[in-house]
T-cell receptor
Framework: AQSVTQPDIHITVSEGASLELRCNYS??????LFWYVQSPGQGLQLLLKYFSGDTLVQGIKGFEAEFKRSQSSFNLRKPSVHWSDAAEYFCAVGASYNWGSQGNLIFGKGTKLSVKP | GAGVSQSPSNKVTEKGKDVELRCDPI?????LYWYRQRLGQGLEFLIYFQGNSAPDKSGLPSDRFSAERTGESVSTLTIQRTQQEDSAVYLC?????????????FGSGTRLTVV
């Protein structure tokens, strides 16, 4: 069965410091991978996604993520964190509907990011 | 509309009462998804619609939960005889076509509190 693990429940970084949020997935085929961000009281906003091709993907707000098949990982990075990045971040895995899945995403439990001034 | 709209944004209900949650997807989006987010947990998939049809209802937590969609537009998630464990944020998402590749747009959710 598909699953997503985000090992860090809560991370605190200083403003201007670099950030890496970890995500590991379990899936039998090549997955479709996503990172979403959720600000308090808001829905989820897509940061970036990986379907195929270049394993380093760029997203919005200066975020990037790297797909490493050998490690079953899709870690999210940002070189310099801004105070406005404080939010909860969710990694998700899905499959093409054409492969018989429901077309739904499986989410990790999230990592809450706090930013120190 | 421009985005996915959910109502109400907050709902407090007494245990045992029925509640109805509404989702207005983006116009033209044929697929619609419901998720539940309990405190400190990830998103739990509940059900999806392709058009007005929900082919698989196995993700619904119990038979107290039901969902429907009409006119390939508005969807309602109904919880009967609410229990305290139903307290959560219920999120709706829509996509142009069914499948993760078409991209989901999420609403802001309905926060349900059962007292």
């Amino acid at each position: 069965a598909q699953s997503v693990t985000q090992p860090d429940i809560h991370i605190t970084v200083s403003e201007g410091a670099s950030l890496e949020l970890r995500c590991n997935y379990s899936y039998g085929a090549t997955p479709y991978l996503f990172w979403y961000v959720q600000s308090p009281g808001q829905g989820l906003q897509l940061l970036l996604k990986y379907f195929s091709g270049d394993t380093l993907v760029q997203g919005i707000k200066g975020f990037e993520a790297e797909f490493k098949r050998s490690q079953s990982s899709f870690n999210l990075r940002k070189p310099s964190v801004h105070w406005s990045d404080a939010a909860e971040y969710f990694c998700a895995v899905g499959a093409s509907y054409n492969w018989g899945s429901q077309g739904n995403l499986i989410f990790g439990k999230g990592t809450k990011l706090s930013v120190k001034p | 509309g421009a985005g996915v709209s959910q109502s109400p944004s907050n709902k407090v209900t007494e245990k045992g009462k029925d509640v109805e949650l509404r989702c207005d997807p983006i116009s033209g989006h044929t697929a619609l998804y419901w998720y539940r987010q309990r405190l400190g947990q990830g998103l739990e998939f509940l059900i999806y619609f392709q058009g007005n049809s929900a082919p698989d209802k196995s993700g619904l937590p119990s038979d107290r939960f039901s969902a429907e969609r009409t006119g390939e537009s508005v969807s309602t998630l109904t919880i009967q005889r609410t229990q305290q464990e139903d307290s959560a944020v219920y999120l709706c998402a829509s996509s142009y076509i069914l499948g993760v590749t078409s991209g989901y747009t999420f609403g802001s959710g309905t926060r349900l509190t059962v007292v």
